[in-house]
Every structure is written in structure tokens, then in C-alpha cells.
């Protein structure tokens, strides 16, 4: 199961502030199957790579199967991604 609510993306520099995804809410249960579609650059694979455990997000939370990932550090990320 996938539920994330008011998941958030900001990619900042010195100088810029970029917001790749913004209040995204969506529940995904088991079984279920689920296509991400949207023009170039809405945040569609900023967003994968959240749901994947390869990156956090900025804002909002983030629950996998019932454990709540939204601030695990790299390690734990890759301990989860690997069981």
C-alpha cells in the first residue's frame, strides 16, 4: 500500500527555487494498478523516484506499506528497497 498526502518537491539553488511537484495526494492499495501520465517536465519521474525510495520529498508524507518513510535517510531507503 501507497498513500501519500501533500507530497512535495523543491529543487533550490543559490539562486532559483523550482517546484517539481506540488500537493499531490494519492492512495495506491494492494492489487492495484496505477498509471502516471502528464506532459514533459510535470514532475512525473521527480515523483517515481519519491515513491521509489531513491529521493525524499520537500514537504508532505509519505507511507509504504504501513511504515511511514517520508524522512528516512539514504541508508534506511536502501534497507527498505532491498527487502
Not at 501507497?2 to 518537491?9: A, E, G, P, T, V
Not at 533550490?12 to 498509471?35: C, L, P, W
Not at 519521474?45 to 521509489?52: E, H, Q, Y
Amino acid at each position: 500500500m501507497i498513500r501519500i498526502d501533500n507530497l512535495m518537491k523543491v529543487f533550490r539553488t543559490e539562486e532559483v527555487e523550482t517546484t517539481a511537484i506540488n500537493n499531490i495526494s494519492i492512495e495506491v492499495k494492494d492489487g492495484e494498478f496505477v498509471a502516471i501520465m502528464g506532459p514533459s517536465g510535470c514532475g512525473k519521474s521527480t515523483l517515481l523516484n519519491i515513491l521509489g525510495l531513491l529521493d525524499n520529498p520537500s514537504g508532505g508524507s509519505f507511507v509504504f506499506n504501513e511504515i511511514d518513510v517520508t524522512n528516512f535517510k539514504e541508508r534506511h531507503r536502501t534497507n527498505l528497497r532491498k527487502s
